[in-house]
């Protein structure tokens, strides 16, 4: 006992020598000079949410209801801090988009836990537009209705998660430096609605090579102590990669990407420490093969499996999940963990579907201009790179995410220097007075418009076609539909003026029965930290709204004549923060009324009024002057109303256990790494029982012949893991766990089980937590 503390004791002190000795080299060696005036945080948090019963958020497909998970969701935060003062942070988010709500809440949280410190003002959360989490979170009926209204799980999973990362990035606050890298990714996104891109100006699209942003833009945060801690970037792409007959809760690509990044520097610090003699007592899954084990024989590896039958369903506590998840066993206590974040930014008709769209039927490219098929849009779907394979092209556009992050990661030298500072505002978009600038140099005045979506929204997109005979670009609506339209709520005409060309289909922003339907109250935000500027925008913009947006705060930022502005400064836009409003289109693409302008809630001037108030924001900014604080947005979270059924009881056949196996692996399996897969089935209850948040439904173990002990090497957090829940009946109280290992070519050999961790509620409420493992298998 007393040899193992000193091995790890002297584990340690090498790791954190190496680690010391690395950040020394990269300060000093020539490229990139550091001298930190910040104090930056990172923390990461899990916000998965119920993997069962609920539906998915995004593409408003009742029938995508979640059941399993493909790999986890998560919080990643980042805090920068001058010393003495002022601090901003920023969170990133595996969900559709963030909400007013959950916004609202997690500020309450913050301010009774640490006062003023932090408040709606610096503290920005955004969504990175996965199509594949639990839905349910948002406070507005329209967004909530695919649901059967508010889901608490959800909600909860959500302000909990990312509580709790800001909670972690707070404690990590050291001295470091921020660098910045920018560079173009080609083939991750292409334009889904480029009928309506063409209808921009001729000359203000010649200035632009592509018709999608193609730039992706990285900050490298870098602490005093123990070097690179963490990245965050922003590319446009939109995750839907996972299609809307997905079930298993998703990342997307944008997660993949993420997932990829941290496990890269989690592995290549491993391989670093063990190249260098450092001792470890743990082994990285990812990079076991570098270390020395004994060879068994293919025999005697059948020979040991043959010994670990499966074991039968046992009780289990609130943790032992979390105990085996496995990436708890990578982190070191004695450093913070790395976190890496693939943020959204104005990705509103960009699709990670980069072969273009097809029709279903006749395999050919679907219409320009409406994207139909025979005159219906329900057969057109875009396809993406692995294309008939939702998973591989989902893995194919976060690596190529990844890659691109990695290089400019490696790459980065800019550092960030100046102040740290925000501006933040909240605005009505239904009744804003906007002054346009006419091209004769007068002025005249427009209003925006109550919210309100117009038929081509019912149409969907090339990634998630909708129903019925709607079609993109329809500038005029049909009979039938007003019809229908009219006994939810009409329209007056002062209304249908103001959105003109947009026929409505739903008036949502004059819509208030039980409660609000759309937001009207949205909030704008500015986070600087020295050069770069972050636009924190409630809402989906456009390629072209997005560069018009960020065009005019770095034009206002740059006229100012401040000293602090005469360099280089980068404005990136934050898509889908502190709340939602769907989409925001140019003038000129809102009158072509393909989805994008007809989800534009608030007429044809919305981002008009963007800009306007940004650059009241900017202004602010570099005056130092204060802004008033804006009508405040409702809380509606008491009047939410739910019709998801409760989990009543989960039950097994009479003389089964929860967590027993019921289709086992065969006797003798022996399989390859890099080709086979592996299924096993168990009894199992409904997953909202126990989220497991921060731990895993199903494992992958490799027996570690020195003690007979079992080693966690993947969990449901991993690509190559899928973990799928199922009832024979819908209302049925039995269930059963599918747990798939695709084995991946960087899997060690060796002797491997299965396990699944689950948690079962009782006739009269009370959970019990279980597992249960397979017999053992040989990988070669």
Known sequence: MMERSLVRLWSTCLRSFFYISTVLYLLTSGGVHSHSEYLIGLGSYDITGPAADVNMMGYANMEQVASGIHFRLRARTFIVSEPEGKRVVFVNIDACMASQIVTLKVIERLKARYGDLYTEKNVGISGIHTHSGPGGYLQYVVYIVTSLGFV???????????????????????????????????????????????????????????????????????????????????????????????????????????????????????????????????????????????????????????????????????ISSSARRVRSSLRNADMPGFVSAFCQTNCGDVSPNVLGAFCLDTGLPCDFNHSTCGGRNELCYGRGPGYPDEFESTRIIGERQFKMALDLFNKASEQLQGRVDYRHVYVDFSQLNVTLLKKDGNSEVVKTCPAAMGFAFAAGTTDGPGAFDFTQGDDKGNLFWRMVRNVVKTPDKKQMDCHYPKPILLDTGEMTKPYNWAPSILSLQILRIGQLFILSVPGEFTTMAGRRLRDAVKTQLKSSGDKEMSGEIHVVIAGLANGYSQYVTTFEEYQVQRYEGASTLFGPHTLSGYIQEFKKLSKSLLLDTTVQPGPQPPDLLDKQLSFLTPVMMDTTPVGDSFGDVISDVPKNLSLKRGNDQVTVVFQSACPRNDLLTEGTFALVEKLERKDKTWIPVYDDDDLCLRFKWSRPKKLSSRSQATVEWRIPESASPGVYRITHFGAAKRPFGSVHHFTGSSSAFVVT
Do not use: C
């Open 152 to 318: 608490r799980q959800s909600f909860d999973a959500l302000v909990d998660g990312i509580e709790n990362s800001i909670i972690q990035a707070h404690e990590n606050l050291r001295p470091g430096s921020i660098f910045l890298n920018s560079g173009e990714l080609l083939d991750a996104g292409v334009n889904r609605s480029p009928s309506a891109y063409l209808n921009n100006p001729s000359e203000e699209r010649s200035k632009h090579k592509y018709d999608v942003d193609k730039e992706m833009t990285l900050l490298k945060f870098v602490d005093d102590q123990w070097g690179p801690v963490g990245s965050f970037n922003w590319f446009a792409t939109h995750g839907t990669s996972m299609s809307r007959t997905n079930s298993l809760i998703s990342g997307d690509n944008k997660g993949a990407a993420a997932r990829y990044m941290e496990d890269w520097f989690e592995q290549n610090t491993a391989e670093r420490s063990y190249s260098e003699g450092f001792i470890s007592d743990e082994i990285p899954r990812r990079v076991s093969s570098i270390i020395g084990n004994h060879q068994d024989s293919h025999q005697e590896l059948l020979d040991l499996a043959s010994y670990f039958e499966s074991q039968p369903g046992r009780p289990a506590t609130r």
